[in-house]
């Protein structure tokens, strides 16, 4: 039983990518009427780039996470569902090439979404002398910020790579030494990824507002991807089985997806609430100004996906039946899968856009709808490589009779 | 005869979970089984109904939501208005971040104290209550199972038959 790449849902793909690369296209271009002085529409183009590079590559290295976590901790009943995150892990080197297009446009000063890539902030005889940015140089400066990012996607891509060879290779070989190796591959990577995360949320997130920061910022950007992953994985499994493939995942594999799904929407919001109140709380003006500009001129949004990306999950996801069931489990993990991308949208424009506030208009829908289509060409393709059951796994009986 | 219980003891749950499903394929009723564990999966077997402790859970939680924002509505807003941090003070709803912990906190020690509560009266294991268990021996390495003739169509000795064919190390008809 393994999974065929159909011809329709590459067609759909193909189509979703097409249009949004046309509507993209005519978005920026006549996008430009509602524009106030001070922000160019390059701006707004390149930052909905970082947002959709960003929120499928943080899905994509979060399913490196869950996967890993999966080893790490030897568990059983996942192993039915570890070729779905094996394919959602292929997308990591588009998702990192694009942002670090982004990243280099910055660099090149074609767009002013990083306002610590300007040196004449670090020059103290120019009048757009920063001295807060300034005395970050040591940290925020192009070698070492560039070594940064360079590195951190290597590592994970090649962390990536591994799993997923070892993974084909056990499929084969059989035995325990594959699984005992990858155990302890998983449990470095987790180490590196609990730092790399971080930092990496910090440079290509946080640094938009750069005068800001908070250190909880790391864990709220993770716990983010991490709840994209889950839904991501869900999305795909029912996608399977709707088409009647995966004939050993159960109702019991579905109810762990959907406490997946429910318990990193309570891990978000708790992130989002700790860093929001203790911040709103001390009421300190250098910290609190992220705040007000989200609150004042994006007030529907900020409390909007907060609304959306608890209160869904948390009620509609709360019983054992719902979690087991696709009529509660489908609607929530599609609404909460676009109440994810607004909350990176979130992360990301008010320190562009500043004061011009939201436009989700025909740009942002189509770059979105395009990066769907090129995510989910890319994990299809992935998927359709290798069976999608894997073959003498340790625990491949344990998670055939999984019964909870 | 009325009042006597059949109790048959088994030496592993294997057998008595295959001992369970012979008896309950042939219509007799079991009710109730003493283990030293949990044994997965008997429950929907001898049709014990699925808990409803966790909608407990939520009622009392929401109880305990209710209680918290009331009260600290009446103590820091309306009885005595409090000025913390500078804090707009006379609004429960400006106020609501600082509340949040608080009202959480207590919906999880009204949920948790509710439960345990509910349980042990539910169970009737109150302290000073005497222990229900028939066979001490349930504690340590013997799984028991009990089934009344009076809540069965079938007879005593039909009963003992059917049990019998199911490999118990001991079958005990004792007068309850």
Request: net charge neutral; hydrophobic share 50%.
């Amino acid at each position: 039983m393994d999974f065929v790449f159909s011809k329709r849902a590459k067609m759909v793909s193909i189509i979703l990518m097409a249009v949004g690369l046309i509507g993209s296209i005519v978005g920026s271009l006549m996008g430009g009427g509602h524009d106030h002085g001070h922000v160019h529409m390059a701006d707004r183009v390149w930052s909905n780039l970082l947002i959709n590079g960003f929120f499928f590559f943080g899905i994509s290295l979060a399913g490196l996470f869950f996967l890993a976590l999966q080893y790490a901790a030897e568990v059983a009943w996942s192993v039915m569902v570890k070729r779905v995150f094996e394919a959602i892990i292929s997308y990591l080197p588009i998702g990192g090439t694009v942002i670090i297009l982004v990243l280099a446009a910055g660099q090149f000063h074609m767009h002013h979404i990083y306002h610590w890539m300007d040196p004449n902030v670090y020059d103290v005889t120019s009048p757009d002398y920063d001295e807060l940015i300034a005395n970050k140089y040591a940290y925020l400066n192009p070698v070492f910020f560039w070594a940064r990012t360079l590195i951190f996607i290597g590592v994970w891509y090649a962390f990536a790579r591994w799993f997923r060879k070892k993974s084909l290779e056990q499929d084969l070989v059989g035995g325990t030494s594959i699984h005992y190796s990858s155990v302890k591959r998983a449990a470095i990577f987790l180490v590196v990824f609990g730092f790399t995360s971080s930092v990496m949320a910090w440079d290509w997130l946080m640094s938009i507002d750069t005068h800001w920061f908070s250190t909880m910022y790391g864990w709220f950007v993770f716990s983010g991807m991490w709840v994209g992953a889950m839904i991501t994985g869900t999305l795909i499994v029912l996608y399977l089985k709707s088409k009647g493939l995966l004939p050993n995942f159960n109702q019991s594999h579905l109810h762990d997806m959907g406490k997946w799904v429910f318990a990193i929407s309570m891990l978000w919001t708790y992130l989002w609430f700790c860093q929001f109140m203790l911040i709103w709380y001390a009421n300190i003006p250098e910290e609190v100004t992220y705040y007000v500009e989200r609150i004042k001129h994006y007030p529907l949004l900020f409390f909007g996906i907060t609304f959306i990306n608890f209160f869904f999950p948390f009620f509609i996801l709360m019983s054992r039946d719902a979690k087991r069931n696709i009529i509660f489990l489908l609607p929530v993990a599609l609404i909460i899968f676009i109440g994810h991308w607004l909350d990176v949208y979130l992360l990301v424009t008010p320190g562009v856009m500043h004061d011009a506030g939201a436009h989700i208009g025909l740009l942002e829908i189509s770059m979105f709808l395009g990066f769907l289509g090129l995510f989910v060409f890319t994990v299809f393709t992935q998927l359709a490589k290798a069976p999608l059951e894997v073959k003498n796994h340790p625990f491949l009986e344990e998670s055939v009779h999984h019964h909870i | 005869m009325a009042n006597n219980v059949i109790y048959a003891s088994y030496d592993s749950e294997h057998t008595l979970m295959a001992g369970a499903k012979a008896l309950v394929s042939k219509g007799i009723h079991v009710d109730d089984v003493f283990s030293p564990f949990p044994i997965h999966g008997l429950d929907p077997v001898i049709g014990v109904s699925r808990t409803r402790l966790a909608i407990c859970a939520f009622i009392y939680a929401m109880t305990g939501v209710a209680l918290a924002v009331t009260g600290m509505w009446f103590f820091m807003i309306y009885d005595w208005p409090m000025n913390i941090g500078g804090k707009p003070s006379m609004s429960l709803i400006q106020n609501f971040p600082a509340f949040v912990p608080v009202t959480f906190e207590f919906a999880v020690l009204c949920a948790a104290h509710g439960m345990a509560i509910t349980y042990f009266l539910r169970n009737w294991t109150l302290p000073g209550v005497k222990a229900k268990n028939p066979y001490p021996r349930t504690t340590d390495d013997r799984f028991v199972m009990e089934i009344n003739p009076s809540h069965n169509h079938v007879s005593a000795d039909e009963i003992k038959s059917a049990i019998a064919d199911t490999k118990p190390v001991e079958v005990e008809e004792r007068h309850k």
